[in-house]
């Protein structure tokens, strides 16, 4: 996951999207299938586990599925990855804001990153099978998106407590997965978070739409980018004002990172504020 990937010009996912062919539904098919023949033996035991094991030893534990279900996507769907700005990344406590197209990024970030992850999910995926049940014994924030100020609240509890004892907080701050080459509503939650604990957050674009397209069966090959910024201090900011700054970065570096997508030339993304 560390080592780019190197790649020129138009990637197979660029060219041929919304071509379907039998060798595509076919590897699809299988990678599906890999998935839950690994995920109900793994959340079983990760279930199991957590009646004995908590906190970042069962979070080790469960980044073992999610490493199978990465070399899956490569190994059977021909999905790669490159990154750059990995060097941005701080020691200290940080608030991930991430670009949110597609499943992937929600299993490659938590490979990638050097701290364990606690996601801000909402609560429904705690019903989905052996997947929702391991995800819930872990230490991450499940929130009822219907009750804003009660979720809030959590999040600001939580994500307090979870950053005191060494976690990293990520969010999306659009909510939900946006359709590749769309820009959905940034919303504060991410922010209002930074600024009450004084975290520094870190913005971060990712392609995945283009290798795997927002709720869709058939994954394509390709190049998926991820670019991880500076970190911007909350420091004398608003939320408002912190999370433009975010958005403003995010989606520049989209634009820049797959400019067919948006129809746009590249445009250089505007540098994010560093920490002080």
Not at 166 to 177: A, K, S, V
Not at 183 to 211: D, E, F
Request: hydrophobic share 45%.
């Amino acid at each position: 996951m560390k080592s780019p990937e190197r790649a020129s010009g138009q990637t197979p996912a660029d060219a041929g999207l919304q071509r379907l062919t039998p060798a595509l539904w076919l590897r699809s098919a299988a990678y599906m299938a890999w998935l839950i023949g690994t995920v109900v033996p793994y959340g079983t035991a990760a279930v199991l586990l957590s009646l004995f094991v908590r906190g970042t030893p069962l979070y080790r534990f469960c980044i073992g599925w999610v490493r199978m279900a990465l070399w899956g996507s490569r190994a059977i769907c021909g999905i790669r990855s490159r990154v750059q700005g990995m060097e941005n990344l701080p020691d200290g406590p940080v608030i991930l804001l991430v670009k949110h197209q597609s499943a992937w990024e929600t299993l490659a970030l938590p490979v990638m990153m050097p701290h364990p992850l606690s996601f801000v999910f909402k609560r429904e995926l705690l019903y989905v099978p052996f997947f929702g049940w391991a995800l819930g014994r872990l230490d991450m924030v499940h929130i009822d998106r219907n009750k804003r100020t009660e979720a809030f609240g959590r999040v600001e509890q939580q994500g307090a407590d979870l950053l005191e004892r060494g976690n990293w907080i990520i969010m999306f701050p659009e909510g939900t997965r946006t359709e590749r080459g769309h820009q959905g509503k940034y919303k504060a939650g991410g922010s209002k978070l930074a600024v009450v604990t004084g975290t520094p957050v870190v913005p971060i674009a990712i392609t995945s739409g283009r290798c795997w397209p927002r709720q869709a069966f058939i994954k394509h090959p390709g190049v998926i980018d991820i670019s991880i910024g500076l970190p911007i201090s909350p420091v004398g900011r608003t939320p408002a004002d912190l999370m433009a700054e975010v958005e403003a970065w995010i989606e520049a570096e989209m634009r820049r990172l797959d400019p067919l997508a948006y129809g746009a030339r590249r445009h250089a993304a505007p540098k994010a504020r560093a920490q002080t």
